[in-house]
């Protein structure tokens, strides 16, 4: 791709792939495993005290103990392991083989039986095993409308009578919601293990409510690649009827459960439980 073709693109359609994938890429997975464990920072994963605290306020939304947990996108066992050390059985589920290796191996270390697998979690097939699945740190916004219809059938169909999906969205309220474009160039970075020069981009749709972050890479031989990371912002009500659409009930929202963190404030996270009974919906709003 030559730079006058860069420069004069079209803003991609919504929710068009990139070229390239993050996740498995060897080199890059190995960056974000290692900002994963970074507990000072709010990038890949939250803080090591704002996590502590997210664990303890989920436990208090469930009841009884020797839960059956599923969390998806588990990245390096970070939640998992607060879910199996407080007693609970934990399954946990990422696409990035880098981290759950990390993450069966800290388990191992630490005597915790945890399940891992490395699988994408659009493909789980499960029947009446979980009593609580979590999906945390916004990865259910990154997720287009087909995609959700999948995760959620097969959530609803993992989950026990009476079990609960429990996940956090950035919510359309979010302030920090703008446009720019920045440059890299680099000897060695996140991107590369040798020079390249990225261009970084955030684009916002705001018909649709989905903000893009584009990256392109361009190494010294000019291959170019394009890696595009999708953000869905939901209003409550939003959420409320893709949940009713899919079959859930009981569904109730919390907003200021997090501090602030990188990017975001703590009114811009919306924590939403779904209840998987088949009463008749209802639907909850917490201040």
């Not at 999948?150 to 169909?157: H, P, V």
Request: aromatic residues 12%; hydrophobic residues 35%; contains cysteine.
């Amino acid at each position: 791709m030559t730079i006058s073709k860069i420069i004069q693109s079209p803003r991609p359609e919504v929710y068009a792939k990139g070229t390239a994938v993050m996740w498995t890429d060897e080199y890059i997975s190995a960056q974000l495993l290692e900002t994963h464990l970074n507990s000072e920072v709010d990038l890949a994963s939250r803080k090591e005290s704002t996590i502590d605290s997210t664990v303890d306020w989920i436990l208090s939304k469930t009841a009884g103990s020797g839960l059956n947990i599923l969390d998806l996108g588990c990245g390096p066992g970070l939640y998992t392991e607060r879910y199996a050390i407080k007693g609970h059985i934990v399954t946990g589920i990422d696409f990035s083989q880098n981290s759950i290796s990390y993450a069966a191996g800290s388990a191992k270390e630490k005597g915790l039986d945890i399940t891992y697998k490395c699988q994408d979690y659009l493909t789980i097939e499960y029947d009446n095993k979980f009593d609580l699945i979590t999906m945390i740190y916004t990865d259910f916004g990154v997720l287009n409308p087909d995609q959700r219809g999948i995760l959620l059938a097969n959530i609803l169909r993992a989950l026990k009578p009476g079990g609960i999906f429990l996940f956090d969205v950035m919510n359309d309220s979010h302030a920090g919601v703008s446009e720019s474009k920045t440059w890299e160039a680099s000897e060695k970075g996140f991107w590369r293990p040798f020079p390249y020069l990225a261009l970084s981009e955030n684009i916002f749709y705001q018909e649709e409510k989905v903000l893009l972050s584009q990256h392109t890479v361009i190494d010294e031989n000019g291959k170019t690649e394009i890696y595009r990371f999708w953000m869905n912002l939901f209003s409550e009500s939003d959420l409320a009827e893709i949940m009713q659409k899919h079959g859930f009930s009981e569904i109730s929202f919390f907003n200021n459960i997090i501090p602030d963190g990188y990017g975001y404030k703590s009114e811009d996270i919306t924590f939403c439980i779904a209840g998987s009974s088949l009463m008749s919906s209802e639907v909850k709003y917490n201040y």
